[in-house]
């Protein structure tokens, strides 16, 4: 595992059990991607969250690591929701998130414990729209567009491009301005577990950050 080494609906109405199923993650990958991940990984993606409906996933840190020009871009980015993590040395953290549907797009909110100061909370939104179909609004105006691919264990979220919103105009940064090459991983580890791996890193200042969380379908 490498990894270890993340317009209206596209839906569908399924014979099956009557209820509605989610396409749109499906349709950013090649149909060989999308069959050739697990049925678990699939079933993740695969369900719809209707608005007000919530899905929810616990865990704990495996790993969080982060090298100087990490931990400065860490503090800086404390200013704007706090994305990236705050501390090294939380192995074994208790870690939450719960994903929501809201108009169309789903609230990701994730929560990190924490023995030396008050827990991390982390409120993101995906939203189905853009340049590649999917984009990570992280709050404050600063967005990510997201491309996604997939091999035979994990979806890879790849940030394409860094922007931010001004008086509702997007623009978009240079690659010079931006903290880095992103990528969100979603690694299944069977018997109902998979791993949340981030990867941050930058031609000049190397491996920023590297986290990875196990997490367990509730």
């Not at 690591?65 to 704007?80: A, E, I, P, Q, Y």
């Not at 995906?126 to 590649?132: A, I, L, R, V």
């Not at 035979?152 to 880095?180: C, H, K, N, Q």
Request: charged share 15%; proline share 3%.
């Amino acid at each position: 595992m490498s990894a270890l080494k993340s317009t209206r609906l596209d839906l569908v109405k399924t014979p099956t059990n009557n209820g509605v199923k989610e396409l749109r993650f499906r349709n950013l990958l090649t149909k060989s991607e999308w069959a050739g991940l697990p049925a678990t990984t699939t079933a993740r993606f695969g369900k719809y969250l209707a608005d007000g409906q919530t899905k929810h996933y616990r865990g704990h840190v495996i790993n969080t690591d982060m090298n100087f020009f990490g931990k400065c871009l860490s503090t800086v980015m404390r200013l704007f929701n706090a994305p990236l993590p705050t501390e090294t040395d939380n192995t074994g953290a208790v870690a939450h998130v719960t994903v929501t549907g809201e108009n169309g797009a789903q609230i990701w909110n994730r929560k990190y414990s924490s023995n030396k100061s008050a827990a991390q909370l982390i409120s993101s939104r995906k939203q189905f729209t853009g340049p590649t179909g999917l984009e990570e609004m992280l709050g404050y105006g600063i967005g990510i567009t997201l491309k996604l691919t997939a091999d035979a264990e994990s979806i890879f979220f790849t940030a394409d491009r860094f922007f931010m919103t001004f008086f509702g105009r997007r623009v978009y940064l240079p690659a010079f301005a931006t903290p880095g090459h992103l990528t969100i991983t979603h690694t299944d580890l069977g018997n109902g577990n998979f791993c949340f791996g981030m990867t941050l890193t930058h031609r000049l200042f190397g491996n920023l950050v590297n986290q990875n969380v196990l997490f367990t379908d509730v």
